[in-house]
């Protein structure tokens, strides 16, 4: 799982927070949209059980995590979450003092989901077990992608109340390096609780796919496997 913002389609470099006194006022009514969009990779069948289990048991976001010691591995969902904001501003030039000041219009922040199943090539052959894995890895997705849409408003709530205090923006080459993390900082400390805690639950919820009682139910439907 990869949790980072990427700023590289906002603005461009060399913005930074600008103080009432050279652009008057505050931009109100900053529009939110939060956009979510889920990316499913090709099946991988490659790989033994043994190897999925090489690869992947340290990773806190794969069902390996919580299989581990509980079954052979037949298969696991491994996935991660993107972001990514944008910004549409109006902008001025401020008489004076000469420099460009950027009035924030809307604040728009892109979730995407990706994942890959992977079933073990030691089960692709053996048709109930292969079908049997394959839909055990689906309810983990669709888990993750219930429990995603679900915090999608409460982030839109968090960018909100990080928008309120958000002031104009004004161009000044000598800061230029600090403009991205200058102003979003009051949106990132709104968004990243919010965000954290989706990912926690997720984990919780995701364990109670991976039980004794489940794999007991899975394996006797193939009981010749």
């Keep these: 799982m990869i949790f980072g913002f990427d700023t590289a389609g906002f603005l461009a470099k060399g913005i930074v927070l600008a103080g009432i006194a050279t652009c008057p ?14 990316i499913e990779a090709p099946y991988v069948t490659t790989l033994t059980a043994e190897q999925l289990t090489n690869d992947f048991e340290f990773d806190p976001d ?5 299989e581990k010691g509980l079954w052979e591995v037949a298969g696991m969902n491994h996935s991660r979450f ?9 902008d001025y030039t401020d008489k004076k003092s000469g420099k460009r000041c950027f009035a924030p219009k809307k604040i728009t922040f892109q979730v995407t989901y990706e994942n890959t199943i992977y079933i073990a090539s030691d089960s692709v052959q053996k048709g109930c077990r292969y079908s049997v894995t394959k839909a055990h890895e689906e309810r983990h997705v669709d888990m993750d992608l219930r429990v995603t849409r679900q915090y999608m408003p409460r982030i ?15 161009y000044t080459p000598e800061t230029a390096q600090e403009s991205v993390e200058t102003f979003l900082a009051p949106v990132r400390a709104q968004v990243e609780p919010v965000f954290e805690k ?18 007991r139910r899975d394996t006797a439907l193939c009981p010749d496997q």
């Design 62 to 66: 794969s069902t390996i995590a919580t």
């Design 156 to 170: 839109e709530q968090a960018i909100s109340r990080g928008a309120e205090e958000i002031g104009y923006l004004v």
């Design 25 to 38: 006022g505050t931009p109100r009514n900053i529009d939110v949209d939060v956009q979510f969009e889920h």
């Design 198 to 215: 989706m990912i926690q639950e997720r984990r919780a919820k995701q364990a109670t796919i991976d039980t004794p009682e489940m794999y």
């Design 82 to 90: 993107k972001t990514q904001y944008m910004l549409d501003y109006q």
